[in-house]
């Protein structure tokens, strides 16, 4: 099982002022250090750091379950994130843990909010389903794209 930031030809892009899910290019901000986590280094942005506010898809192609909502991303480039251990970004108590099958839509009944510590266990119970194809991570409070989970 690894956590799996979004792709860096992605992020590049949208570094590069390349448009967002929605076509506007990305606002342009600076992190007040209180909760910005990038998406791509699976990081917080540190204070006073620039920040890429934009609408990101994290799905191959638009369809009715390919949820756009905001993300932040380092505003210059950050080496990728990811790998076995739960990442940095996900520092809040708990996140919607949810499993998708290979045509990109959600696996009904596999959504649910879970405790941090137990997203690892979670994400395991829900790859041993064979519907399950990947995992996504959101935030709890407000839905917000985190990371994906792969086998």
Same mark, same amino acid.
């Given at each position: 099982m690894r956590f799996v930031a979004i792709p860096t030809e992605i992020a590049r892009a949208y570094q590069a002022g390349g448009p967002d899910a929605n076509g506007q290019r990305p606002e342009h901000k600076?992190?007040?250090g209180g909760g910005n986590p990038c998406r791509h280094c699976l990081r917080m =942005?540190?204070? /006073?750091a620039g920040?890429? #506010?934009?609408?990101? *898809?994290?799905?191959p192609a638009?369809?009715?379950?390919?949820?756009?909502g905001p993300i932040f991303l380092c505003a210059g480039p950050c080496a990728a994130g990811g790998g076995e251990a739960l990442p940095e970004v996900l520092a809040a108590p708990?996140?919607?843990v949810r499993g998708y099958g290979a045509d990109?839509? =959600?696996?009904? /009944?596999?959504?649910?909010? #879970?405790?941090?510590? *137990?997203?690892?266990?979670?994400?395991?119970?829900?790859?041993?389903?064979e519907r399950v194809a990947y995992v996504h991570v959101r935030s709890a409070r407000n839905?917000?794209?985190?990371?994906?989970?792969?086998r």
């Open positions: 600076v992190s007040d =942005i540190p204070e /006073g920040m890429l #506010v934009l609408a990101h *898809r994290p799905f638009p369809q009715p379950y390919a949820e756009v708990d996140y919607i990109d839509r =959600i696996v009904y /009944g596999t959504g649910g909010v #879970v405790a941090t510590d *137990r997203i690892a266990a979670r994400a395991r119970e829900l790859l041993a389903d839905n917000c794209f985190q990371c994906r989970i792969d």
